[in-house]
């Protein structure tokens, strides 16, 4: 049934939203010169899918978890994307063709090994990756790997519709503070 949702909310949020976020990739222009970030990440079964969002770090940024990256790396625009969670629009489009889910754990890097092994013996790899959880919402990032693999496994054994209408809620409301950077 979240599939359902997922395509009705990422269809109709990617045509009322698309005048914002041409003005955002404009500026994105004018900030990095290279609006639109895509990295590889882990998707459900742990296959790669590609990850679509607004650049909020310097281009030549090394591609490490944002807890790994320095705060000296995010341009002025990208604070205030990240801030006010605009960075994640594109990322609709993933929603949209079934990479991920609104609701779900966050995606990680390949090289993010300890939090794909805590994830894998939690079976949270069985679930498409999501925008937002449990984890997001309660401002644990992948700075600890296995409390919010925990997290992640817990979302997903009580995950109702319900649940996942909360989640998105908490969100575009302000819980959790995004990926934390050093």
């Known amino acids: 049934m979240t599939r359902f949702f997922d395509f009705i909310f990422s269809f109709f949020g990617l045509l009322c939203l698309w005048p914002i976020m041409l003005i955002l990739f404009i500026i994105g222009l004018f900030d990095t010169g290279k609006p639109i970030f895509v990295q590889e990440r882990v998707g459900k079964n742990k296959k790669p899918f590609k990850l679509i969002k607004f650049r909020t770090m310097d281009v030549n940024t090394k591609s490490v978890a944002s807890h790994l990256a320095s705060t000296a790396q995010i341009t002025k625009f990208g604070a205030f994307l990240r801030k006010s969670k605009l960075d994640e629009l594109p990322q609709l489009i993933n929603v949209l063709v079934g990479d991920m889910s609104l609701v779900g754990a966050r995606p990680c890097l390949f090289n993010q090994t300890e939090l794909i092994a805590e994830r894998e013996k939690r079976g949270v790899f069985n679930h498409l990756p999501g925008i937002t959880g449990l984890g997001q919402v309660n401002n644990i990032d992948m700075s600890t790997p296995k409390k919010l693999a925990e997290y992640d496994a817990k979302m997903y054994q009580t995950l ?14 302000g819980s959790g503070q995004g990926d934390a950077v050093k």
């Not at 519709?161 to 908490?170: C, E, N, P, Q, S």
């Open 160 to 173: 109702t519709i319900v649940g996942y209408f909360k989640y998105i809620l908490a969100t575009v409301t």
